[in-house]
């Protein structure tokens, strides 16, 4: 399925990663082509348990909300806002982030034509496993917040409340692919006419050690050597790959229509020019080539363009041996050999549920700043057909972006993205 009726403008811009908090940060460590690859350690039972990740350190939220560019007393109800997840919190910094980035905070606008669409589900899921851990065998004692902040609505509910935005709001899950279909989906909002402008949040996917093992039991997450620097362990479309990175990843996109925007004279990163959406009747984590070809050319279509017309490719790429072999599959079912492409999950790591809106967000900055990051520990690359970004480049002519992101259970999505 495919839409592109109305002109949706991404207005404003909110990130956390491993490698940068806020865009300046985030901008710079792409540009430099810097990682932020370290260990997590847990103890359970008997074991000690060792996985690769891309930690976000030196998050402050009480300093760094304290900084942005909002009327104070939008700032004061983020202060004072408590028992709120690390999920939560992340998501709403972002969010006040592009909000403020977007240029609304000075804006009479209405806020019952402004809605919500958070990206993700079960992403509390560290939350949850120090909840039980706390209340085992004193399950009285439970702090009756958790009540409320187990739903992944809670981040609709926490921006709503601290913006006063009054339109519709929701979350959205679809696994990997959860930040691309929040963004297809505040697309479609918009191109309703209902609202004027959404906010698109992917909030962090905290996990517990349960989601750490899990992916590692399922194969698709990347263990450590004895031996291995984290950093080297991450290596999308290398022939060397051995699965995904978590990486601590949130972000906030904010949409508006075109007609919005020229009213109130501001400036967009860029233009969601169309996307593409298809599942593959198949519940697993294994990928379709076919289904992803299909996403990407039903995003071009929509887009009013051709294969060719693309300039670069910001991959799904997660390192996952299968999952590359099928992306490049398909990116060259879809007329695309000889395009150029990078996968920014192997400078961040993968952020699952949020990873999607966060690559958006990348590819925009990358097109605004006429640049495109390296590829980390891209040494021997599976396939010779697609012309692999090894070292950052400048690149002024990327007038078409398209980014992929796919989830399990057969969730393939395309996004393409125009520069204005």
């Given amino acids: 399925m495919s839409v592109s009726k109305h002109e949706i403008m991404a207005s404003g811009l909110g990130v956390i990663t491993p490698t940068g908090i806020g865009l300046p940060q985030f901008t710079a460590a792409l540009k430099e082509g810097r990682t932020n690859f370290s260990d997590i350690t847990f103890e359970y039972s008997d074991q000690v348990l060792r996985f690769p990740v891309g930690k976000a350190s030196d998050f402050d939220f009480q300093t760094l909300v304290a ?15 408590r028992n709120i997840s690390a999920s939560t919190v992340y998501g709403l910094y972002c969010a006040l982030s592009a909000w403020a980035d977007a240029g609304l905070n000075d804006t009479d606008i209405d806020p019952a034509r402004v809605a919500i669409v958070s990206g993700g589900s079960n992403t509390q899921q560290a939350a949850l496993q120090m909840t039980q851990d706390k209340c085992r065998g004193k399950m009285q004692f439970m702090n009756p917040n958790y009540g409320v902040n187990f739903f ?26 959860s930040g691309n279909m929040a963004i297809i989906q505040g697309h479609r909002l918009i191109s309703s006419g209902e609202y004027d402008v959404v906010l698109v949040v992917a909030p962090l996917m905290d996990l517990s050690v349960y989601e750490y093992q899990g992916f590692t039991a399922l194969g698709a997450m990347a263990a450590i050597p004895a031996e291995t620097a984290p950093g080297a362990v991450c290596r999308p479309f290398d022939n060397t790959h051995g699965g995904f990175v978590y990486g601590q990843s949130a972000g ?95 400078l961040i790591g993968h952020g699952l549920t949020a990873a999607g809106l966060v690559e958006c967000i990348t590819s925009l900055i990358q097109m605004k700043e ?34 992929n992101s796919f989830g399990f259970g057969g969730i393939n999505t395309s996004i393409v993205i125009r520069k204005n």
């Fill in 252 to 346: 906030c996109l904010v949409l508006e229509s075109a007609t919005y925007a020229a009213r109130r004279r501001k400036q967009a990163y860029g233009t969601i020019a169309g996307y593409g959406i298809g599942i593959d009747a198949n519940r697993g984590p294994n990928p379709s080539a076919e289904g992803e070809k299909n996403a990407m050319l039903a995003a071009i279509k929509a887009a009013g363009i051709t294969s060719g017309e693309i300039n670069y490719v910001n991959t799904h790429g997660t390192a996952s041996p299968t999952g590359d072999k099928t992306e490049v599959a398909a990116m060259l079912a879809a007329g695309l050999a000889g395009v150029r492409a990078n996968s920014t999950k192997s």
């Fill in 152 to 177: 992944d609505t809670d981040m609709v509910g926490v921006i709503s409340e601290i913006l006063g935005i009054t339109g519709e709001g929701h979350s959205i899950g679809a696994a990997s692919a």
């Fill in 67 to 81: 900084a942005i560019n909002l009327d104070s007393r939008v700032i004061d109800k983020a202060k004072r806002m």
């Fill in 370 to 403: 006429n640049f495109l990051h390296r590829s980390n520990n891209l040494v021997n690359p599976i396939s010779d057909e697609i012309d692999w970004i090894k070292d950052t480049v400048s690149a002024t002519d990327v007038n078409y972006t398209l980014s």
